[in-house]
């Protein structure tokens, strides 16, 4: 890689960086924002015009790429590490800074310390999306503890004005948080050891004319925050949070952060279509490519533990009937698992509800033509289990302290061999014996005490490892992840998965703000959305079926009910929304989302491009006026016409009027086709 003396500059199609290369210190941040001119660099060294405030160091230390402890930068430092107490400042002596195309590599090494930190920022220019990740070597003698490494340290402009951040919680996931970015330091941290249902990694700032997001390609406990510099800026940090001793690097070891992926954009739906480009380009589909998202039927919510061979088959005919393509077969069929209190880890059929196996009914399904797949919940052990019965001290623990269940469950120890290996055993046997196409890979719990020394980490890189072992062994296997629902949904375990299940709670009135926040940051084709029953077991509300249908439509559709009980009527209005499904997938599932609100609580959201799109209009509360405003859709070519259903406008009437829409009741929604004449 040709090495650099000055300027580090990376542009992508709309935006662009510029650090300023200063020899034996780390870069400083010059610049990340909207698309620069080729050639549009800073005059001259950014302490060229700064002189030194008063009560200020001699030494004027600006935002840096890995801002260190100890040397005149009093926000806080990309790195927090110590020997024994000592060798707690970090302060570069020696960088090399070397660039290929849109790829830089920094190597910052302080000689004091003994600590090397490399950090690699590669733009793409397809997706705007910048990928930062950093790696930390203990070049000393003793052990380096650490405490924080910043997998990336981004600068936000001054006229940042505020971040929008996901919070929630089991069964109402992506709840919108909105926080002024003040001189205090904002920050979010998650330390239930899993992604989380409560801390979505990642966030969108609003600054004057564009939109920044980053998001944390991580399953673990993870921190960001933003923190304003003494120049009217902002950095904003992101990375995988430490417990105390997690990290304690023997001489030589090196810790690699997980990665960053970050983005400017006009706005927050421009960071989103930018995320989802990211993300489409990172999936590692069975075949290469994705094919179409099959039609899901899943049994939790019909069936629960209820388990019963002959029932199954006929649910598998009604499905197979009303044009459903994968049957999956949700908890409660392996030894003794008749509720949530026992078996997780005893993974073989059940001999009472499936006494020859799950060979007939695995076989029944596929005779009908769709595929079948299977939950799993391999993280986990019951105390309750042969498992546990057999290596109580597989579940992480912390001798003397008492092992805190939650759904009567504990964690197994992911970071030692012997686990992965029975685990893998157990689902590779299951894999190779039966037709399975498909799992869906639950983790039901936060962690807790994880480990003597904590574990957290070594558990998310061990589930990877497995997951990696499982996908190599059986290429063609698609995984969902699932956590309780929505409790790991990061672009880390993406690389492995194909699939998010959103949530438990499929009342479509609750989805529609669920499936807005995440759509904020994965594509819609990842996203597990479903057709539940009515009333709603997570809520208890009542929803008719066609808005159920109209609200599972842009996601990976799927069903989730006993269909043998639905009316006669609901049958026919659950058949007519598959039929749209299959016939709108092909382009819902590429091309760009935007999302917005209308007028008196109308909210939209569409997918295509800008000359052919699938509008959808939603509204829960009935409207308040007489007459509504016209729907705008900023997105399109105000040069061109376009034909809405049996109409057709001009590109600029629908831009700046918008499009007339009939009266909608509250609870409805509508699917427009917009496409350019
Ligand atoms: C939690 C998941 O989110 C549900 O869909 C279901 O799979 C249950 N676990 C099964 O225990």
Request: with cysteine.
């Amino acid at each position: 890689m040709p090495q650099l003396d000055s300027w580090i500059v990376l542009n992508g199609g709309a935006s662009s960086l510029v650090l300023e290369v200063v020899p034996g210190e780390a870069p400083l941040w010059r610049y990340w924002g909207p698309r620069l001119r080729d050639g549009a660099l800073p005059p001259g060294a950014l302490r060229s015009d700064r002189p030194t405030p008063s009560f200020s160091p001699e030494f004027d230390q600006p935002l840096s790429l890995v801002p260190g402890l100890g040397q005149g930068w009093f926000g806080e430092p990309g790195l927090k590490a110590h020997r024994e107490g000592r060798d707690w400042t970090f302060q570069v002596t020696d960088c090399v800074a070397a660039q290929e195309g849109q790829r830089a590599v920094i190597t910052l090494t302080d000689r004091v310390a003994k600590i090397a930190v490399a950090v690699t920022l590669a733009l793409d220019p397809m997706s705007d999306v910048l990928t930062v990740a950093t790696t930390l070597t203990n070049q000393g003698e003793g052990v380096l503890e650490v405490q924080w490494l910043a997998a990336a340290v981004l600068p936000l402009p001054d006229h940042a004005r505020s971040v929008r951040s996901f919070s929630g919680r089991h069964n109402t996931e992506f709840v919108a948080v909105d926080d002024a970015l003040t001189r205090s330091q904002w920050r979010r941290e998650n330390r239930r050891g899993l992604t989380s249902h409560d801390c979505v990694p990642g966030a969108v700032v609003q600054a004057a004319g564009c939109a920044y997001g980053a998001q944390l390609a991580w399953s673990g406990n993870h921190c960001q925050l933003i923190d304003w510099v003494d120049d009217g800026r902002w950095q904003w940090q992101l990375g995988e949070a430490l417990m105390p001793g997690e990290v304690r690097l023997a001489p030589g070891q090196v810790l690699t952060t997980p990665e960053v992926l970050a983005t400017c954009a006009a706005d927050a739906n421009g960071v989103a279509q930018n995320f989802h480009a990211a993300i489409r380009a990172r999936m590692d589909w069975p075949g290469a490519a994705m094919r179409p998202r099959p039609v899901h039927l899943n049994t939790w919510e019909g069936f629960y533990f209820d388990h019963d061979e002959a029932a199954l088959k006929e649910l598998a005919d009604a499905a197979a009937k009303a044009g459903i393509e994968r049957f999956v077969l949700d908890d409660g069929w392996f030894h003794r698992r008749n509720d949530d209190t026992t078996s997780l880890g005893d993974w073989w059929p059940d001999d009472a509800k499936y006494p020859n196996g799950l060979g007939p009914l695995a076989e029944h399904v596929t005779g009908l033509g769709m595929e079948f797949g299977l939950w799993v919940e391999p993280e986990m052990v019951n105390p309750d289990s042969e498992l546990y019965r057999a290596h109580p001290d597989w579940a992480l623990q912390v001798a003397g302290r008492s092992l805190i269940t939650a759904r009567n469950q504990l964690v197994l120890d992911m970071g030692r061999a012997e686990v992965r290996d029975y685990l893998y055993e157990r689902l590779a046997g299951l894999l190779s014996e039966l037709p399975i196409g498909y799992l869906k890979w639950d983790h039901n719990r936060d962690l807790t005490a994880a480990g003597e020394r904590p574990s957290f980490r070594r558990q998310v890189l061990g589930t990877h490892d497995l997951l990696a072992r499982l996908r190599a062994a059986f290429p063609l296997v698609e995984i969902e992840a699932c956590a309780g629902g929505g409790g790991r949904i990061d672009a880390g375990i993406a690389r492995f998965t194909h699939r998010f299940w959103t949530s438990d709670n499929i009342d479509a009135i609750s989805r529609v703000g669920i499936q807005r926040g995440y759509l904020q940051f994965f594509p819609p084709e990842l996203m597990g959305s479903h057709v539940g029953a009515a009333p709603a077991h997570a809520t208890g509300r009542i929803q008719t079926m066609r808005f159920r249908n109209h609200v599972a439509l842009p996601g990976h559709f799927g069903v989730e009910l006993d269909l043998r009980k639905l009316s006669e009527r609901d049958l026919e209005r659950l058949g007519e929304g598959i039929a749209r499904y299959k016939a709108l997938r092909g382009r819902l599932h590429a091309g760009q989302v935007w999302q917005g609100e209308g007028a008196d609580g109308l909210l939209w959201q569409a997918h295509g491009t800008a000359t052919d799109l699938i509008l959808m209009v939603t509204r829960i509360d009935p409207q308040t006026q007489r007459h509504a405003p016209g729907l705008r859709l900023p997105m399109l070519d105000p040069a061109r016409r376009y034909r809405v259903g049996e109409a057709e406008y001009a590109g600029a009437w629908l831009v700046q009027h918008g499009l007339s829409l009939p009266p909608l009741r509250g609870e409805s929604g509508l699917v427009l086709e917009v496409t350019a004449l």
